[in-house]
């Protein structure tokens, strides 16, 4: 690199004095429009610093900023515009909160406001355990399909929101619970084992004859009050279907022989007290929707 300044021979023009090999750096000066465009951004965003809010700053234990001379606020604007949004929607909210469910889902304006403030809900109260795609997992039920332990229909699935189960809220939560035979004393462990073999019989997952029958009596003595005779359940006290391939806590062995040892006492929150009546029917008519609902 050299520092002496010289005329290039091609074009005449000064160079800087910068040179790389033997390539000399000419002496340009930038273009008057580009100059005025950079001096007239200095000047904007002078203005800008002052009427805007622009700089961090440190102050009395936090961070803070500039607010500027306007009072301009981006989160007052958001604000302004979700408070607008809601204001703009709260007829239809009216009219859903005020219609009865079966006359919602009539109404094909209507369905579609309640289904995307369900489906929002959904996601801010019940993803966390029901799954963003309501697909459940072990403990929480997969809500797509049509087994349903406290009912499928729009006013089982609503009580059941509003409720809760096994929460204490009011003499409408659901609350029926399954025992837990070995830990209270109510059978023994070849018991257990027993009529856990008889459950996985009723699913054609066994083949030890004898457990099985020996399982049957043990069944009917205290099983079938909530269960039934034949294994199928009853919405009405929560009790699942014990013949199908559906099964909220495990069907394996392992996992039949724990939940009748040790109990199952999932809990559902109320959510009646949480939110309105109208997005709690939003959250009915939504998972309703699913392809579960009946």
């Excluded at 023009?13 to 790389?20: F, K």
């Excluded at 809010?53 to 803070?64: D, E, I, L, V």
Aim: net charge negative.
């Amino acid at each position: 690199m050299s520092d002496k300044r010289l005329k290039d021979e091609v074009t005449g023009v000064e160079t800087t004095g910068h040179e790389w090999d033997g390539i000399r750096e000419l002496d340009y000066p930038l273009p008057k429009w580009w100059l005025y465009i950079f001096y007239a951004c200095i000047v904007w965003s002078v203005g800008y610093w002052i009427l805007m809010p622009a700089w961090p700053y440190f102050w009395n234990g936090a961070w803070r900023y500039t607010e500027g001379t306007i009072g301009y606020s981006q989160r007052n604007v958001v604000a302004g515009e979700l408070n607008a949004a809601v204001a703009g929607r709260a007829d239809v909210l009216k009219q859903i909160a005020e219609t009865p469910l079966e006359e919602v889902v009539k109404n094909d304006s209507l369905m579609e406001v309640a289904l995307a403030g369900g489906k929002a809900a959904f996601g801010d109260n019940c993803a966390p355990c029901h799954g963003s795609g309501a697909q459940g997992s072990k403990g929480f039920p997969n809500l797509n399909d049509d087994e349903w332990l406290w009912g499928g229909k729009l006013a089982d699935i609503q009580l059941t929101i509003t409720h809760g189960i096994r929460w204490e809220a009011d003499d409408n939560t659901r609350q029926n619970q399954m025992p837990r035979f070995l830990d209270d004393g109510m059978l023994q462990r070849v018991q257990v084992n027993d009529v856990a073999e008889y459950v996985l019989s009723l699913s054609g997952q066994t083949e030890n004859a004898e457990a099985v029958t020996r399982g049957a009596a043990v069944f009917e003595q205290q099983c079938i009050s909530c269960h039934g005779a034949d294994g199928k359940g009853n919405q009405e006290l929560g009790a699942p279907n014990l013949t199908d391939a559906i099964w909220l806590y495990g069907g394996d062995r392992a996992s039949i022989v724990q939940t009748v040892a040790h109990g199952r006492s999932g809990v559902m929150p109320a959510w009646g007290g949480r939110l309105d009546a109208g997005t709690i029917k939003e959250l009915t008519l939504y998972v309703h929707s699913l392809g579960g609902g009946k």
